[in-house]
């Protein structure tokens, strides 16, 4: 079993940086595919990024060239930093760890970009 635990949300403004970060326990965390969702108000969640175990990426368009997800394996923690931030980037974030059958996540943190 992986448990999640995330931080780093809060509050910032149009055009600046956060990054987000997602713990994961458990010895088989790294053969996990780590993934970044988000939930905007009256919108569906989303995909935002995710990294494999083999550290391939992939983003969804309305982030590529802002937000990058990297990977530290030691720490069996994944990131999501978040540059150039927009209002419609406002939304609940989630991190979580799929492989095979099995998909974890974590609890949300809360993002917000003021204008």
């Known amino acids: 079993q992986v448990q999640l635990v995330e931080s780093g949300g809060g509050l910032v403004q149009t055009g600046g940086s956060l990054r987000l970060s997602c713990a994961a326990s458990?010895?088989?965390?790294?053969?996990?595919?780590l993934a970044w969702h988000r939930r905007a108000p009256g919108k569906q969640r989303e995909l935002v990024a995710l990294?494999?175990?083999?550290?391939?990426?992939n983003y969804a368009d309305s982030v590529k060239g802002r937000f990058t997800i990297p990977r530290d394996n030691a720490k069996n923690t994944v990131y999501l930093q978040m540059s150039s931030l927009k209002p419609e980037d406002t939304a609940v974030y989630y991190c979580?760890?799929?492989?095979?059958?099995?998909?974890?996540w974590g609890q949300g943190n809360q993002v917000t970009v003021s204008s």
């Open positions: 979580s760890a799929v492989r095979l059958h099995y998909d974890y």
């Open positions: 458990g010895t088989l965390a790294r053969l996990f595919t």
């Open positions: 990294i494999t175990s083999d550290g391939i990426t």
